[in-house]
């Protein structure tokens, strides 16, 4: 294991240990981003010994006088330990703000220390300071990358969800299938609806699908492509489509846009459509005699 | 066209009409060491076929470099041949336009089935095509 | 015939099953074999089950489509069956719909369509 020169940093995080950590402590407190409300004096003082015992392994290993690449494997502990008090934090309420400010008031305590006691040599002490300021700021850059991370997850779960939602594919009859569609129609619903659509008629070996756009606040020329390459696939696949809800207004507007939708059967309701797929597998809706006279 | 991001993953000889199908598998076990979706494998592999062939066909043989590509996790590949070139990009890029026996969507259709795509094309010196895509 | 696609008989009707990694000389004979099948067994359905294919690019989409038209002519009607959904997803964006073709869910499904035409 490689070993890092001495510093006056890396001193004082290894040989004064509880100073700086009464001071980040009281720094903090200052800053009003301790959280009493959210985590008592005990549980704060416990993480932030455990983040400055996991900085100081660091310093007495990594040469920070370098290129420092907190993503590299040698800050790996520092990482880990980092998320860790991060993920703890916010679960209970902590604003990514108050994180980024949790991890910066270390900054303050070790340049009033670092001052004092590189007084005499004032190179040493720029020096070190700037290093020691780098490294930390890095660590702030390292909770907000973080953050953002784990906000695109959630926005792309939620994403994932919302689209599973809103494209429901409901079987409506014995190899009948319907998904009634909402809203917009962009390129990439399309292509999740074109999905969800082809998987479910595999597995209900579904011969005829019902595309309702009845919920579709505007056709355009792009949607009346994508429905029209929705019909395509679904053919590809050995199953019929019908599109319903065409509404006199979209089927005008359709015509103005000089829409062909070529040999896709079309219908203006639901209700239509309906009765055009049992009559394609081969059903037949009676009204039972009625007897109550 | 921007350096190769490291060594490439695979590599395969584009001489016989049979190397266009190990171009498939080679891509399509690369895209499955990437976790792809079914959905982006086929559309993926689908287009590396088409430039492929088009290499043969057009371009006389070639070699496709496949590459895999970290932040963000990619897969990149390179198709490279010494041909007689493309002396007018666009219009091969148009849906129609073919050559030889391709019917003229093969190019146009693999640039919309990738998520980037890049061509270089002198004529007399060859061909070369780069196409990106998630897994 | 190669080991990249095989021909059955099955009810007068030509089964043909495609395996996955076919390549163009493949293919290419499979039109010239499945036409004389066609002719000396005087079928009148074919059925070309591609549900093995991982992949469908223009090539591979413009023979099957000749497949159907050859076939067409020489009076037998054909069904494309089992294409895959990333598959049939795939061929619409590239501009491939097979519009001269017939398709079907799977083989029995085809087959089905064929006896309800007496064709099987």
Excluded at chain 1, 34 to 50: A, I, M, V, Y
Excluded at chain 1, 57 to 82: G, K, Q, Y
Excluded at chain 1, 185 to 198: I, K, P, T
Excluded at chain 3, 108 to 114: C, D, F, G, Q, T
Aim: proline share 3%; hydrophobic share 45%.
């Amino acid at each position: 294991m490689t070993v890092a020169p001495t510093t006056e940093v890396s001193r004082l995080l290894r040989e004064e240990f509880d100073s700086v950590l009464d001071a980040w402590f009281a720094t903090q407190k200052r800053e009003g981003v301790r959280r009493p409300d959210l985590f008592s004096d005990r549980e704060s003082r416990r993480q932030l010994s455990d983040l400055l015992r996991a900085f100081s392994d660091a310093l007495s290993r990594i040469d920070i006088t370098e290129a420092v690449d907190i993503d590299a494997d040698n800050w790996s502990e520092l990482r880990m330990a980092l998320s860790e008090i991060t993920l703890v934090r916010t679960e209970r309420g902590v604003a990514p703000w108050e994180m980024t400010a949790f991890m910066l008031a270390l900054k303050q305590p070790v340049f009033e220390m670092l001052s004092k006691n590189l007084a005499d040599r004032t190179d040493r002490l720029l020096a070190e300071a700037a290093d020691f300021g780098r490294v930390v700021d890095a660590l702030a850059m390292h909770i907000n990358e973080y953050f953002i991370a784990e906000r695109d997850e959630i926005i792309e779960r939620q994403r994932a969800e919302m689209m599973e939602l809103s494209t429901p594919v409901v079987q409506l009859w014995e190899r009948v299938l319907t998904i009634p569609l909402i809203g917009t129609l962009d390129s990439m619903r399309a292509q999740e609806v074109m999905e969800n659509l082809l998987n479910s008629i595999v597995e209900h070996s579904a011969e005829v699908v019902i595309v309702d756009i009845t919920g579709v606040r505007v056709v355009d020329t792009q949607v009346a492509q994508h429905l029209l390459r929705t019909a395509a696939a679904v053919r590809l696949m050995g199953a019929e489509a019908i599109i319903s809800g065409i509404s006199p207004k979209i089927a005008q507007t359709m015509v103005e846009l000089g829409v062909d939708v070529g040999e896709v059967t079309t219908r203006p309701s639901i209700r239509a459509a309906l009765a055009e797929a049992f009559r394609r597998v081969g059903f037949q809706i009676s009204r039972i005699e009625d007897t109550r006279v | 066209m921007s350096g190769p991001p490291a060594q490439p993953a695979g590599r395969v000889e584009l001489r016989q009409e049979r190397d266009v199908a190990a171009a498939r598998i080679a891509v399509s076990k690369a895209m499955d060491a990437l976790g792809a979706r079914a959905l982006r494998k086929t559309r993926f592999v689908t287009a590396v076929s088409e430039i492929a062939r088009n290499a043969l066909d057009h371009g006389g043989g070639g070699v496709l470099e496949i590459y895999r590509l970290d932040r963000p996790r990619r897969i990149m590949i390179r198709c490279i041949d010494q041909g007689p070139g493309i002396a007018d990009i666009d219009q091969a890029m148009t849906d129609g336009f073919s050559t030889a026996r391709s019917m003229g969507k093969g190019l146009g259709g693999a640039r919309r089935l990738v998520d980037a795509f890049r061509i270089e094309s002198r004529v007399g010196a060859g061909t070369t095509i780069e196409m990106e895509a998630n897994p | 015939m190669s080991e990249a696609a095989s021909i059955y008989t099955v009810d007068k009707v030509l089964l043909v099953a495609i395996r996955d990694n076919i390549t163009d000389t493949d293919i290419i004979n499979l039109q010239e074999d499945l036409s004389e099948r066609i002719v000396n067994e005087a079928a009148r359905g074919v059925v070309i089950d591609i549900a093995a294919l991982e992949i469908v690019d223009t090539f591979v989409g413009r023979i099957l489509a000749q497949l159907s038209s050859i076939s067409r002519l020489l009076a037998a009607e054909t069904y494309i069956v089992g294409m895959r959904p990333a598959v049939a997803m795939t061929l619409v964006e590239l501009g491939m719909d097979l519009p001269g073709s017939k398709t079907a869910l799977s083989l029995s499904h085809a087959l089905r369509a064929l006896k309800a035409k007496g064709l099987a």
